[in-house]
C-alpha cells in the first residue's frame, strides 16, 4: 500500500503536511506505487496553477 503525503506552505497557513485524504475524511489509500505518483502529480498541477498564493508539494510513501 501507498499513500500521497501533502506539504503546503506560504499564504496564511504557513508550513503544514499530512495525508491525503478523501471526501469522506478517510485517508486515501493506493495499491501500487504508480497509481500513487500519477495521483501526486495531478494534484501537484492542479494545486500550484499559479492563482494562489500557496505552494503545495506532493509525493509518495510506503506503508511499512
Known amino acids: ?25 478517510q485517508v486515501v489509500e493506493f ?11 495531478r494534484l501537484s498541477g492542479k494545486m500550484n496553477s499559479g492563482h494562489g498564493c500557496a505552494f503545495f508539494r506532493y509525493w509518495v510513501e510506503e506503508v511499512a
Open 31 to 41: 495499491e501500487t506505487r504508480d497509481a500513487a505518483e500519477k495521483e501526486a502529480c
Open 1 to 25: 500500500m501507498f499513500y500521497v503525503m501533502c506539504q503546503v506552505s506560504g499564504g496564511v497557513t504557513g508550513t503544514r503536511q499530512g495525508l491525503l485524504k478523501g471526501e469522506n475524511g
